[in-house]
């Protein structure tokens, strides 16, 4: 028996699925897929909140768009096994890696690898309103209006929120002397 009366749970879907459904065309760029995605989102919704206690409407829609993203990024990571190749052809390689050695190809990639890993981890250091908004802004290449309307808030909110974060990044980066221009050199 669930605690949430199913209007609840209709009201929440209405209310949000028109601005997910947005975000994920815009991510994946394929309606099916970006369909398939927002069902998926409403069912992990659905089904952890089916015996728990909803959070307010602002804490279901970050909630939502959470668990989207998440689908979203492991939706790219399967389809980047289904893509790579256990052994680079090195005849068809591109203009850059052909003038590079397999091994110094290998380490620029590690070097990219470690560079993400500690972007993610001074990403993680922000608040979940400013690193949301930071990845709609960056990654998902969104407006501030879109962001504005994702995060229920004005555009000059999203805007401070921003630029805040900017500073905070920057901060962190020299905290942990990470500096993206100089990789590889």
Do not use: W
């Not at 994920?24 to 919704?45: G, K, M, W, Y």
């Not at 668990?67 to 980047?80: C, D, E, F, H, Q």
């Not at 802004?137 to 999203?158: G, H, K, W």
């Amino acid at each position: 028996m669930s605690v949430n009366p199913p209007e609840r749970f209709e009201r929440i879907y209405e209310d949000n699925a028109r601005d997910l459904l947005t975000y994920l065309l815009r991510s994946v760029r394929e309606e099916a897929t970006a369909r398939d995605l927002l069902q998926d989102a409403f069912l992990n919704f659905f089904r952890i909140y089916k015996d728990k206690e909803l959070p307010d409407d602002t804490g279901c829609r970050m909630y939502l768009f959470r668990v989207a993203r998440n689908l979203m990024i492991n939706l790219s990571k399967s389809r980047y096994k289904q893509r790579v190749q256990l052994v680079p052809d090195y005849g068809e390689s591109t203009e850059q890696s052909s003038r590079e050695r397999p091994d110094a190809l290998f380490f620029r990639n590690e070097e990219m690898d470690e560079a993400e890993s500690l972007i993610q981890k001074m990403l993680s250091e922000l608040d979940e309103r400013s690193r949301t908004a930071v990845i709609l802004r960056f990654q998902e290449d969104m407006r501030l209006e879109d962001i504005a309307e994702v995060l229920n808030t004005s555009v000059s909110t999203v805007s401070r929120t921003i630029q805040k974060a900017q500073k905070q990044l920057a901060e962190l980066s020299k905290k942990h002397d990470f500096k993206l221009g100089t990789m590889g050199e």
